[in-house]
């Protein structure tokens, strides 16, 4: 059996097929270099408990990101071999410190990491370590394999409307406002749909017209071809609301400023719009436009904020104004987050988050 070293802590790792974790390991996928293949680690360290309010959970389903493997490809956010990605999770407590009140051992859990230098947080392994404040319980109505792939999209979308537009999570209150979407059928986008719905917006989402049924059952007002040219989508745009207030863009540099400019040709000089971009920060300024940036890492750096985010979107779960969205299950335990996250990477997802069920 090969060993790898970790030059950082100086620990070895064994390779090959997983065996059962012992007390101290457990399996996980790993980036063992930039241009090596996800190797599966049969003895990394399990995590442990290192403040009182931290929980280890063993996951039981993993929620795959593009982020996964961009950074691989992409060379970022990787600062030491083997290295761990994984930013979502559902599973069951384990262990708890001694702060921890709302969790026991055994309590069904989901998860996102926004800490994306702590290996600890991340989910490609078999336990993982969270602090408590930022955990969601698992609604009865939910499974493990969809709980696993709400965390990311959720958080992104519930940051936009709370961080950068500094608006309330209260239902109604953006009644006769207008949310514009590109990329409406992204998860970020599903959940951004469902919350912006809640609040009382009109929503409008820039999509694939196959999604067009899915985005309305989830709340969207409107749905526009996103292939169509620019000065159509600025046509309906317009045919279907006065003005629009707010635009997110979840999808490329290239939407981003197709949406400066469908804000701008919307509202001419009557209205300034705010828009944010969970992709792009090059963008062309305009004067037409207020930008606002997304600060996901306020999430964890933040604690009361994050534990707001919890707080507040457990009861919509629990009173059904929003759900999970669909999911594309994967069977075959933690090694299928090689061929999830390869299958993501050449094929992409269509309105659905792909997840791994363990077979722990
Ligand atoms: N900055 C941050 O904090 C942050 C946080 C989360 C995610 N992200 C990034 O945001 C993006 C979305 O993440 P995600 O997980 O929500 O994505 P995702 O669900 O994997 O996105 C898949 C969807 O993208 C849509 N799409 C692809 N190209 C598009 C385009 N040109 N215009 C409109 N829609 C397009 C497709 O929609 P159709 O089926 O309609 O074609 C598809 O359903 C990713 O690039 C991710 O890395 C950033």
Redesign the pocket.
């Known amino acids: 059996m090969s060993l790898l070293v970790d030059r950082r802590t100086k620990d070895t790792f064994a390779l090959g097929k997983p065996i059962s974790s012992s007390k101290q390991h457990q399996t996980a996928v790993a980036i063992v270099g930039y241009d090596e293949p996800l190797t599966v680690l049969t003895e990394y360290p399990k995590p442990r408990i290192t403040h009182p309010h931290e929980l280890i959970i063993k996951n039981k389903s993993i929620g795959i990101?593009?982020?996964d493997w961009?950074c691989h490809q992409f060379r970022f956010g990787i600062y030491h071999f083997p290295w761990i990605n994984g930013r979502e999770s559902s599973g069951i407590v384990e262990d708890a410190g001694e702060e921890v009140r709302e969790f026991e051992k055994g309590s069904k859990v989901f998860i996102v990491s926004t800490m994306y230098r702590d290996n600890r947080t991340s989910t490609f392994q078999e336990y993982v370590a969270m602090d408590s404040r930022l955990v969601w319980k698992l609604p009865e109505s939910i499974g493990f394999s969809q709980g696993a792939g709400i965390g990311?999209?959720l958080v992104?979308a519930t940051v936009i409307l709370l961080d950068s537009f500094r608006l309330s999570l209260a239902e109604n209150s953006q009644h006769g406002k207008t949310l514009l979407i590109?990329?409406?059928?992204?998860?970020?986008?599903l959940y951004l749909t469902q919350l912006a719905k809640y609040l009382g917006f009109k929503v409008i989402g820039?999509?694939?017209l196959?999604?067009q049924a899915y985005l309305q059952e989830l709340g969207a007002h409107t749905v526009i071809d996103?292939n169509l040219p620019v000065g159509q989508i600025i046509d309906k745009v317009s045919k279907a609301t006065t003005h629009v207030d707010f635009g997110v863009d979840?999808?490329?540099r290239?939407?981003t400023e197709k949406l400066v400019q469908i804000l701008s040709e919307v509202n001419g000089k009557s209205l300034k719009a705010k828009y944010a971009s969970?992709?792009s920060s090059h963008e062309p300024a305009s004067d037409l436009v207020e930008k606002r940036e997304?600060r996901?890492k306020r999430f964890h750096e933040d604690i009361e904020f994050g534990h707001q985010i919890v707080r507040e979107t457990s009861k919509l779960f629990e009173n059904g104004k929003i759900k999970a969205v669909r999911t594309k299950v994967f069977r075959g335990g933690i090694w299928s987050v090689i061929d999830a996250l390869n299958l993501?990477k050449s094929k992409?997802?269509?309105?659905?988050?792909y997840i791994v069920e363990l077979d722990n």
């Open positions: 990101n593009p982020v961009k990311v999209g992104t590109w990329g409406g059928a992204t998860v970020v986008g820039i999509a694939s196959q999604n996103r979840c999808a490329s290239e939407s969970i992709v997304v996901i993501l992409g997802a269509q309105a659905e988050r």
